[in-house]
């Protein structure tokens, strides 16, 4: 390369040199905004501004100020960012959006004539249908804190009867109609939200908030005590593969409501159907685990528990897999087996209540009392705070020590009982208990 070449070359790179630190700066402040660190955020946009004043993010950089600002609740900044930015740059891509914003910092600022004003404008702009439609939209909801309409519902209601989307997605025409039938749900007045539900599915069919719509439309079922209408809706969504995590939530649902109705061949279905998806596989194998245990196909179940031991040793249902696998071979009868599986849970796991009482209730099965009292005494301390477990296992030490003919110590246990439970329900059977030894 040429010494003239190489001099052309180094002119180049410090030409591009400030550019390439704005943008950095940039895009550094965004990704403080975009994380909702708001003061971090600001620091650096401000000091974008105060430095590149020819940036071509500068517009950009005063809308996202104005929006820290709103964040922060420092309403009257955010005006001042969005003003600036809206005489500044009449032509920016950002100014009829900050004209919006300038109305949401009046309304929060409860300066209703202002933002109506504001509004107003943007309606009566040559902007986008959407942007129209959403002014519309915040009319209606100003004038109702204006005292124009009785209730925010009843603006919204003129505002979806009054407006209309041609397309069969129906726009914010439909958020809308999801937000009253929301609103109804928080009122009690399930009826009137299924019927906005039914308007807005009929009208909208093809709308993003459909699933969504579907949700609200099972839940008023729920509440509504209507099991046939709440087990339709989750069938519909359980089909909508689409849907993604809906499809799933609607699957776990439907397992969970066929399970309460012993139906346990379609919950198999949903909970197999789970196993097999991209979420929850180890959920739903507990969930299999606990069906064939049901049915008394304990041999399956251990299988399936096996399977969530091994390919799942992160999972959260790690522990309670062990101990579902320890009380089938209990069921059993193979004691032996049993005490081994909980052991290895203690190894791999450490110490935890519900392992003391595991092994408390074997021990007591095999009639080996002493050992079943220590484990459950264990276990009472390893409660800790939670008061009535460590009272009821207390209990359990005091039934051993009495089998065992230690009628002292039964009555030390069940006097701890007592002292130390929350419940009177629990307290009651701890006194029962020690009148049963005079």
Known sequence: MSHLSSIFCLTICFQLLPAQEDSALFFKGYDKYMKGEWRNAEEILLQHYDSYPLSVYRPRVLYLLGEVNFKMAQYNQAIDCWNNLNSMYPESDYNIEAKMRIGDAYLELKKYRSALQIYEEVRNSRSTYEIVQEADLKIHETLYYLGEYKSLVDALYHFIDTDSDTTK????????????????????????????????????PDSPVIVEALLERANAYKLLGDNQGYKT?????????????????????????????????????????????????????????????????????IIVLQSLISEYKESQYIIDAYLQWAGLLEKQGDYHQAIKIVREIHEKFGSSPEIFMKLGDIYYKIRDYALARENYLWASEAYKDQRDKSARALILAGDAALAMGDKKSARQDYLGAQLIAQSEQIKNIAVKRISRLD
Request: proline fraction near 0%; hydrophobic fraction near 35%; glycine fraction near 6%.
């Open 169 to 204: 997605s129906g726009g914010i025409i439909a958020k809308t109609m999801l937000r009253i039938s929301r609103m109804h749900m928080k009122n009690k007045e399930y009826y009137s939200a299924l019927a906005l539900l039914d308007r807005l599915q009929t009208t909208y």
């Open 233 to 301: 809706v989750l069938l519909s969504l359980a089909a909508k593969k689409d849907t993604g995590e809906f499809c799933t939530l609607a699957m776990i649902e439907l397992g969970n409501l066929y399970r309460s109705e012993q139906k346990y061949d379609s919950c198999l279905h949903y909970w197999s159907l789970l196993r097999n998806s991209g979420k929850y596989q180890d959920r739903a194998l507990m969930e299999i685990a606990g069906i064939y245990e049901k049915i008394g196909q304990y041999d399956e179940a």
